[in-house]
């Protein structure tokens, strides 16, 4: 059997892998499952899938390539555990839909928890979530369908309506025999809330909490009155920033009333923060969403678009080298050397911009610092540009052997980094305050900006200062 | 009073905030704190402190300048809640600690979970670690420097010693029992562990399990046996990715005997998956760390590195350049168009690079599948090679009036999208083979390809085609 392979450490160190697996998936079963498929023996595919994990099937599924993916799923859809669905990515989910049809993945859903079933159904097209929702038994549809009415990305829709309530009047002991009585609970949960008429939330009561009072206590001595709670409608990144915050595992869902509707647990939390990252990671990028498991068509055609519109940005800055042609001709050094301050810009602008997309994530830009953050930017900008403009103007002295050539790309340097620096740390902020993701435009607005200031600024000093 | 800011949500669209403010340092609270520490008002500074969460002073704290920082702190200083400490980033934190004085650090160390407790140490230098270390209490300082022998960023570091262990042999009635007289216990646990002889670890028992289960009954019947555990040298990456994977809320972590050593709860996770999506995010954009709440001189100092090793690069493309100097002497329209091709390259390969080093950080690239995502990498470079290949070659003799220079640019094109989409998915799969982050290193690695491909094909073929 194959180890896992070597654990890499954060700091870039290498270290001996645990001797431990702590997947179910190992490559030796992975590769097995390979051979399976390829053989097309189907009872030995369901074999090695039964003892899995559903989130090591859905890791399996989402490495195989499309027509092993489609013989694997083929192979366990009579016996397909409906908690795996949860656990796919878009791309793979479609194909196992696709291989399934609705009437077994409609079975499916009623078998899911409210939130993840919700879940599945958002990313559907509006016929085919038609077509499930009439494929459901009555009752399920009318929790689905209320889920769907909360707004995409918001509290409502991570929410899970099961959650374990007493009433204020009860005490430890009739909470526990209720405990041990009552067949219907989730089936695990870390935390009681506490109601009184009408489903209004009075306090939460931690498990820990309950475990360690006296049966005679009632609950309303022992709850935690005033806990912290969102309402439905609430962004999914705020509930993420408030659990990160304050290290929550768990928080009830409540409306404009005070009524209690459901629960978020941090597992769809991880979740969030880890779409979140992925988002602004990707967008940075220049992709819109991880293509890693889709098809070559499509995603040739999600990354073409980003593409072009950097294509109309470079065709600016071409326009700009154009107005200088003449410039050019008479000393073709320039031609050399003219990239070189654009990317540099282009660099130090994407510095100040991660910082600048990173910390508006994490809500470390507010009103209060604002402004310092971004005169520091543009002081970083100045101080490299000057330490930089050094460097690179004497080198292209020594090169070409021509002092000016030194002195205006030293200082078309510092204008750049200058321009970078601003223009890094304003557009992320100017565009989060108009409601635009600054992760997915900032990139184009910026280069735009270091490579017209870098062109315009060195090609015209050039002019003016060596012709 | 001021509202929070409007809520943006995710898909870019913005709606109205949440009526209830999420956190407790609303804007107002802020400022109110802001014009206390303008004004020199320390009492007035500690009563808008004092009811704060301890998160939130944190984020007070990070946000305030430099000057403003240190007076707040001075302010809270004689009754400064130990739990804020955790929270700080580490810019912070050091002046934290410089204005308390290592007394008071000390006696705040010895009241936080011994995982906060090493945690804070870790980021000390060797001197300030040692000073430490002497003003705590012995039996303390036994504990921190056994969590210190752990390497840095493994599960050892993340685990808090604190947990709740009974005998297989307890009953359930035995084990409530237990927890209601016992006083030592952590606030908040979600399981018990169930250990034989020598502390071994033979199952977990969820409380809601517990809960839910008769006094009469053994723990040995209802505790889940080989419960999922880690050994403590595993990285912390890979513990964030069992959590994730598997939807964990805590783990108990189990040394190479099978004795427990200690328990990792998932706040501590979503933090590691926090730095972890952080350090990709930012590394990716050439900066080490978040330095918005560092000082000038050292972000200068930072920043500077990396766009060093960028200017090495850019000389590397000018050189290029240099080579064709007669070429563009005589067709000075290459000199407009070379940015082109090189930033075409830069962003598709961007985008191929992005793709692989988040699936890498995911765990979705692994032997099956590495050659499959190269190849389809290579293949989109040659399609989207070819649309824009056909459209800038247009464009180009539209623009310039040379059918040929067309054709250049478009074939240039194909072969750099085409060595870009390679290069973008093989250097971070070549780097993670290594033991390098392939985070920090690729992107010049990268850009050095796209360069060299794009400058050197594009004049290469104009010089052999066009004079």
């Known amino acids: ?137 009555a009752a399920e549809s009318v929790v689905l369908e209320q889920g769907l009415t909360y707004p995409e990305y918001s509290a409502g829709r991570l929410m899970q309506r099961e959650v374990v309530a007493v009433p204020t009047h009860w005490t430890v002991g009739q909470t526990i025999d209720f405990m041990r009585t009552e067949a219907e609970l989730p089936e695990n949960f870390q935390e009681i809330y506490v109601v009184s008429a009408g489903n209004r939330l009075d306090g939460v009561i931690l498990l820990s909490r309950l475990l360690r009072s006296k049966r005679p206590v009632r609950v309303a001595d022992i709850m935690a009155t005033e806990p912290r709670s969102v309402p439905p409608a609430t962004d999914q990144e705020e509930v993420a920033q408030m659990f990160r915050r304050y290290g929550l595992v768990s928080t009830p869902v409540v409306d404009e009333n005070g009524r209690l509707l459901g629960r978020i647990t941090v597992d769809d939390i991880v979740d969030v923060i880890d779409e979140e990252a992925e988002d602004d990671l990707l967008k940075l990028g220049g992709v819109s969403e991880s293509d890693i498991a889709s098809g070559l068509v499509e995603t040739a055609r999600a990354r073409f678009v980003w593409l072009l519109v950097n294509l109309a940005t470079a065709f600016v800055a071409a326009s700009v080298i154009h107005m200088f042609e003449d410039t050019i001709e008479q000393v073709v050094a320039l031609a050399v050397l003219a990239p070189i301050v654009a990317s540099m810009g282009g660099n130090a602008g994407t510095q100040s911009l991660t910082v600048a997309v990173r910390a508006l994530a994490m809500r470390e830009i507010g009103r209060t610092n604002a402004l310092r953050v971004i005169v520091k930017e543009g002081a970083l900008g100045i101080i490299n540009g000057a330490l930089f403009g050094a460097i690179v103007g004497l080198v292209a002295y020594a090169w070409f052997g021509r002092p000016m050539l030194g002195v205006v790309i030293g200082l078309a340097l510092i204008l750049n980094l200058l321009a970078a620096g601003l223009a890094g740390m304003t557009i992320p902020l100017i565009l989060e305050r108009l409601g635009v993701d600054p992760a997915v435009a900032s990139g184009v607005f910026l280069t735009t900006v270091t490579d017209v200031v870098g062109f315009f600024a060195f090609l015209g000093l050039a002019t003016w200062l060596i012709l």
Chains 1, 2 share one sequence.
């Open 1 to 137: 059997m194959t180890g896992p392979a070597d654990a890499t450490f954060a700091d870039g160190t290498r270290r001996r892998p645990p001797e431990v697996a702590l997947y179910g998936l190992t490559p030796a079963v992975e590769q097995a499952i390979l051979d399976a498929v390829d053989a097309g023996r189907p009872n030995q595919i369901r074999g090695l899938i039964r003892p899995l994990h559903p989130a090591d099937v859905a890791d399996l599924l989402s490495r195989l390539d499309v027509n092993r993916r489609r013989a694997a799923i083929e192979a366990i859809r009579t016996r397909f555990d409906p908690e795996i669905l949860p656990y796919l990515d878009e791309a793979v989910r479609e194909d196992v839909f696709e291989v399934m049809g609705t009437r077994d993945v409609a079975a499916a859903l009623t078998e899911l928890d409210s939130d993840d079933a919700v879940d599945l159904m958002t990313d559907l097209g509006e016929e085919d979530r038609h077509r499930l929702l009439e494929a459901v038994p």
